[in-house]
């Protein structure tokens, strides 16, 4: 049985996820060797992975989804800090407000809530 899946983003520069995901999406350090870092939080969540033709609304596939409970925040937080917004914070016939970003590696982020 399958107990968690993890993502990795290669990186050259650690230092880079601080202001994005540890500042605005609030994840705390699990682990970090000083060749990889692992964020995250004690929530307990199911276990998951998407496979996608599309990202819904004819949107590329997001890299990452992560659903957050203050969304309105998240997306002023991410503008402030000059992150750029791929997909502007939308309402969607499926039951969840998100919006895409682009984070520090060039990666697009799916930050979303569900209604």
């Not at 596939?61 to 409970?69: A, G, K, R, T």
């Not at 016939?93 to 919006?99: I, K, L, P």
């Given at each position: 049985?399958?107990?968690?899946?993890?993502?990795?983003?290669?990186?050259?520069?650690?230092?880079?996820?601080?202001?994005?995901y540890?500042?605005i999406?609030?994840?705390?350090?699990?682990?970090?060797h000083?060749?990889?870092?692992?964020?995250?939080?004690?929530?307990?969540?199911?276990?998951?992975?998407?496979?996608a033709v599309?990202?819904?609304?004819?949107?590329?596939?997001?890299?990452?989804?992560?659903?957050?409970?203050?969304?309105?925040e998240?997306?002023?937080?991410?503008?402030?800090e000059?992150?750029?917004?791929?997909?502007?914070?939308?309402?969607?016939?499926?039951?969840?407000?998100?919006?895409?970003?682009?984070?520090?590696?060039g990666?697009?982020?799916?930050?979303?809530?569900?209604?």
């Open positions: 049985m399958v107990k968690r899946i993890v993502a990795n983003i290669k990186t050259n520069d650690l230092p880079k996820s601080n202001q994005f540890q500042e999406l609030e994840l705390d350090v699990l682990m970090d000083g060749w990889i870092k692992t964020l995250g939080n004690e929530e307990e969540s199911k276990v998951q992975i998407s496979f599309q990202g819904g609304n004819d949107t590329d596939v997001p890299d990452l989804s992560i659903e957050v409970d203050n969304i309105e998240i997306y002023d937080k991410m503008k402030k000059g992150f750029k917004i791929v997909y502007d914070i939308t309402n969607e016939d499926w039951g969840v407000r998100r919006f895409f970003v682009e984070d520090p590696f990666k697009v982020i799916n930050i979303l809530s569900h209604k």
